[in-house]
């Protein structure tokens, strides 16, 4: 069975930095892509960013510059550096591959960016 599990989310001052990770178990991790998603209050939940099994990345245009998604198959973890958070970054951050034609979701990690 596929876990993932993210941590690291919390409450950051604007301009603030907070690194997510995503660790995966019954998976062979290495063989996937992977990709994180955030989920606002009342709003869709949107791609952040994927990163392909090669090492290919992909941002969605608000987030590109400040933050920076990246795996470490040997410990099967997804990380995302997220800098210059901004108010409007608050959101509930999911990481999620696609295994076996059926998409998995971690639990979430809350993000919450404010003064």
């Known amino acids: 069975q596929v876990q993932l599990v993210e941590s690291g989310g919390g409450l950051v001052q604007p301009g ?4 997510l990770s995503c ?6 991790f290495r063989l996937y892509a992977w990709s994180w998603y ?12 994927s990163i392909s099994d090669a090492g290919s990345t992909n941002y969605a245009d608000s987030m590109k510059g400040r933050f920076t998604i990246s795996r470490d198959n040997a410990e099967k973890t997804l990380y995302l550096q997220m800098n210059s958070l901004k108010p ?24 919450t960016v404010s003064s």
């Not at 955030?38 to 960013?49: M, N, S």
Request: proline letters at 2%; a positive charge; aromatic letters at 8%.
């Open 16 to 19: 603030g930095s907070l690194r």
């Open 23 to 28: 660790a995966a178990s019954g998976i062979i």
């Open 38 to 49: 955030r989920q606002a209050p009342g709003k869709q939940r949107e791609l952040v960013a």
């Open 88 to 111: 409007e970054d608050t959101a509930v951050y999911y990481c999620n591959t696609r295994y076996r034609g059926s998409l998995v979701w971690g639990q979430g990690t809350q993000v």
